[in-house]
């Protein structure tokens, strides 16, 4: 609140705030002493003066505000005071409690300005937050008293509002209603010696693996029925596994805190093993869910993969994989995290900062990232595919998220490129919609040949090639062309389009051979540069003379 004094006599002032933090500090060692039973005392300020409430909460027989908290847990309650004077009133709150598991917070001083300021800086409204111990019985009536002294900066008369709070602890680990009963609920009425607790304890054992069981028998199954025809048994097998793993130890872990209860244990042991149970399902929970999970995706992208004209496989898993183990490590980090009580909003709040710092410096890294997350939903190639790349052949191997592998033409290597560098690549996907291919072949005959004799003899051997398609509906005829003359021969090129690119390697190498074979029974030698020696005779010797 802006405190404007500009109005007022400042040094005054302070010496009578001197004067009223001095008779504070006197009241309340006073008030320490004191029962909680004084609702108002005065001395110069009168109760028309100001107004202190709490709206929404109303005042019992004992003139006390009744409220239940839950162990671990805090209840704000909303406290106005307003100003009906025409001087400035110093506001101090300060709380006593009752018992060590029940708390009231401190609350900062304010200052009341006079009646009608035109900034409503006449009333204030001030949160006072009450909280009860993690580890606690139940019990009722504890007393919290928060204490409000007012004090006129100008005459430095004073008063003080007492509110009560009667608070009624309700704890989770209580066990007077669990003690000795089947379930927890059912009194145990047995005659000795079978009325201890351990008979409902062993009872109420048998009865959550009865239940545990019975979901073993029923749901598992039609779980397992969910997965297609293509799971393996070994998938199958190891799917009902898990989750009868799971099963067997959620119970446990989901019974360990009626059980305590039913044998009357401790509460501090009570709560210990509470937090250690509750973790120990979350992990096996996230750990089942993990693995159920990457079963069930993999089957359904297998069935999909095997469906016509579909755009969904196999090779989506890494994305899959990449999303589910998103989800889990944060819900079962925040999860574990809140059971032992810990506050996610500073956790958030540094783990922006450190993702901010890792952003700027890791920007290639997140690009090489996003750029698979693109590649895997775009779908530009799918594993097998002949793809150019910068006009080199490559065979798709594998996208993963950071990186694809590639195979050689000949596939005797492998290739990995950043995904970014294959994102901004100009990609020809040649097995997508068609896998013919326009193949050239160059070769040279010597100059004194003809030219139309050569050109017949090379497309007769395209016609008689099984590799070479004939619909010319379709596709190109095939044709001879003469590209440059060279220094040994003419250089021509044969221009064909062949059935499948994957095996342009061969056929590439097939059709040389047989154009060299064809020619050469034909006469037609392959040219090759010569190089004339001639030695001559009777040559002058050089005597230096000119």
Not at 43 to 67: C, H, M, N, Q, R
Not at 105 to 122: C, F, H, V, Y
Not at 295 to 316: A, P
Request: glycine share 6%.
């Amino acid at each position: 609140m802006n405190n404007d004094f500009s109005d007022y006599d400042r040094t005054n002032l302070f010496s009578r705030k001197k004067a009223a933090i001095l008779s504070l500090a006197i009241l309340m060692t006073a008030a320490c002493l004191m029962p909680l039973g004084t609702a108002n005392e005065t001395d110069a300020l009168e109760p028309t003066d100001y107004k202190v409430s709490t709206p929404g909460y109303f005042t019992g027989d004992d003139d006390a505000i009744d409220i239940a908290i839950g162990n671990g847990h805090s209840r704000t309650v909303t406290v106005y005071v307003q100003n009906y004077t025409s001087s400035i009133l110093d506001v101090a709150f300060y709380t006593i409690d009752g018992t060590t598991d029940v708390h009231g917070e401190t609350i900062e001083n304010l200052t009341l300005m006079p009646a009608g300021d035109a900034q409503k800086r006449d009333l204030i409204k001030q949160p006072y937050t009450i909280s009860v111990k993690d580890v606690t019985a139940s019990h009722k009536d504890a007393r919290v008293a928060l204490n409000i002294f007012i004090t006129n900066l100008e005459d430095d008369s004073y008063s003080i509002h007492t509110i009560k709070f009667n608070v009624d602890v309700v704890s989770s680990f209580d066990t007077s209603g669990s003690f000795n009963k089947f379930l927890g609920i059912i009194d145990n009425t047995l005659p000795e010696p079978f009325d201890n607790p351990i008979v409902p304890f062993i009872v109420t054992l048998a009865i959550f693996f009865i239940i545990a069981l019975l979901v073993i028998k029923l749901c598992v199954p039609a779980l397992s029925g969910m997965l297609n025809e293509t799971t393996s048994d070994r998938d199958r097998k190891r799917f009902k596994t898990l989750l009868t793993l799971g099963v067997m130890i959620a119970t446990i872990a989901l019974f360990i805190d009626p059980g305590l209860k039913i044998l009357g244990a401790d509460i501090n042991w009570i709560y210990l093993v509470n937090k250690i149970s509750m973790t120990l399902l979350v992990v096996t929970l996230a750990l089942t869910i993990w693995k159920v999970y990457m079963i069930v995706v993999e089957s359904m992208l297998t069935k999909l993969g095997k469906m016509d004209d579909s755009k969904i496989d196999l090779s989506l898993m890494p994305l899959f994989a990449m999303f589910g183990k998103l989800f889990l490590w944060i819900g079962g980090a925040a999860a574990i995290l809140h059971i032992f009580d810990m506050d996610l909003s500073g956790i958030l709040i540094s783990a922006g900062i450190v993702t901010l710092g890792i952003t700027l410096g890791a920007q290639s890294v997140l690009s090489q990232f996003f750029s698979g997350i693109i590649l895997l939903l775009t779908r530009p190639f799918s594993k097998g595919d002949y793809v150019l790349i910068n006009d080199v052949t490559h065979i798709v191997k594998d996208v993963k998220l950071m990186y694809t592998e590639f195979l050689g033409d000949e596939k005797d290597r492998i290739i990995t490129m950043p995904n970014n560098a294959v994102a901004s690549a100009t990609i020809v996907n040649m097995s997508k919609y068609d896998k013919a291919y326009r193949l050239y072949i160059n070769f040279q005959i010597p100059y004194d040949v003809d030219i139309k004799k050569a050109e017949e003899i090379v497309l007769q051997i395209a016609e008689e090639n099984e590799h070479v398609l004939h619909d010319y509906n379709r596709y190109k005829r095939p044709v001879v062309k003469l590209i440059e003359f060279q220094d040994a021969g003419i250089e021509l090129r044969l221009d064909v389009t062949i059935r499948d690119f994957a095996k342009k390697p061969t056929i590439q190498s097939d059709l040389k051979k047989e154009l060299y074979v064809k020619l050469a029974e034909n006469g037609i030698e392959a040219p090759y540069n010569r190089l004339d020696v001639r030695i001559l005779d009777n040559v002058p010797e050089d005597n230096g003379t000119a």
